[in-house]
């Protein structure tokens, strides 16, 4: 059987995400997914399963940063740093002064619903220390 060039991209960017998943780099890892989004779509199947994944290591990513700020003991408020060419639904958040605490039990990033359909939502947090 012959593979696709697509199932040897597919291999390695599994092999990607087993390597990614033992330095514990969540970020890499949602990067490596929305590539495999968008592998599976040009296949013609369903990426859904595959941009979840990005979302919620993008979401481990964030939330990690967060904990991190709070640790610090120095951060009490936090802004959305809003790339350019980012989407209309993270553009809102451009400028937003948020409460770490309100962004550790509901956090605004990664944008669920963000329209940017390569790779999701862009957006980080930069911490405000007074
Ligand atoms: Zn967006």
Do not use: W
């Not at 330095?23 to 997914?33: P, R």
């Not at 941009?51 to 991190?68: A, E, I, R």
């Not at 956090?107 to 405000?128: A, F, L, Q």
């Amino acid at each position: 059987m012959e593979y696709s060039r697509n199932d040897k991209i597919f291999k390695k960017l599994n092999k990607k995400i087993e390597s990614l998943s033992k330095e514990n780099d969540f970020y890499g890892m949602a990067v490596v997914y929305y590539e495999m989004a968008h592998l599976v779509m040009e296949e013609g199947d369903d990426p859904q399963m595959y941009k979840d994944l990005g979302y919620k290591m993008k979401l481990k990513h964030q939330v990690d940063g967060l904990k991190s700020y709070q640790i610090s003991g120095v951060v009490d408020e936090v802004e959305c740093l809003v790339n350019i060419g980012s989407c209309s639904v993270c553009k809102k958040l451009k400028g937003e002064k948020l409460r770490l605490s309100d962004e550790l039990s509901s956090p605004s990033i990664p944008v669920k619903h963000c329209e940017n359909r390569y790779d999701g939502c862009r957006c980080t947090y930069i911490p405000i220390i007074e």
